[in-house]
């Protein structure tokens, strides 16, 4: 027997108390009148930008005039026309460095939270969602759920290889509590809800 197997059996054998999984179920759901303000005013809380496309409003359009000095603006959405490169052609990971706007398409929004569930199903590097300056997510505004109770409940019927939930830019305030954006992932996030 291992050490760590006999540490193991150790605490079984000394354990008296016995607890039963707590009920999962939600006695007061968090809910909004309106999930996509509540959506908008959450990611303007973390710290990102939420843009509702109006009718006949273009995407590409929308991201110029966000991201005005933009040069390398990547992606691998057919429909994104001032893409100037798919990331998807690149020879390796590392070429995607230098990325100023990445555009990506999310499954889901938190309303709740303002995250924004992405999942690697047409990227080939997942790194393009965290090492691009700024972020762009397409979001369908019908896929606003309310909390993460609903948006876990969403992700069990769907499969994917690689998912995050993004929630705003990156930010940390480990380094002598002053507050950096940029540190593990995009400086700017904005969602357009399509």
Known sequence: MSSRESILESIKKHTKAKHEMPSLEIINPLTYADNIQAFCDMEKIVGGTAHVLKQGEDIDQVIKT????AKRIGSVL????CATY??????????????????????IGVAENAAVWVSQELETYKAIYFIAEALVVLVDRNEIKTNMHEAYAWLEKHDYKFGAF??????TADIEQAL???????????????
């Open 66 to 69: 966000y991201f005005p000095d």
């Open 180 to 194: 950096v954006f940029g540190a593990h992932g995009a400086r700017q996030v904005l969602v357009i809800l399509t």
């Open 78 to 81: 057919p429909f994104i026309k």
């Open 166 to 171: 993004i929630s705003g830019p990156s930010k």
């Open 86 to 107: 798919n990331p998807n052609e690149v020879e390796k990971v590392q070429d995607l460095n230098g990325t100023d706007v990445a555009v990506v398409q999310g499954k």
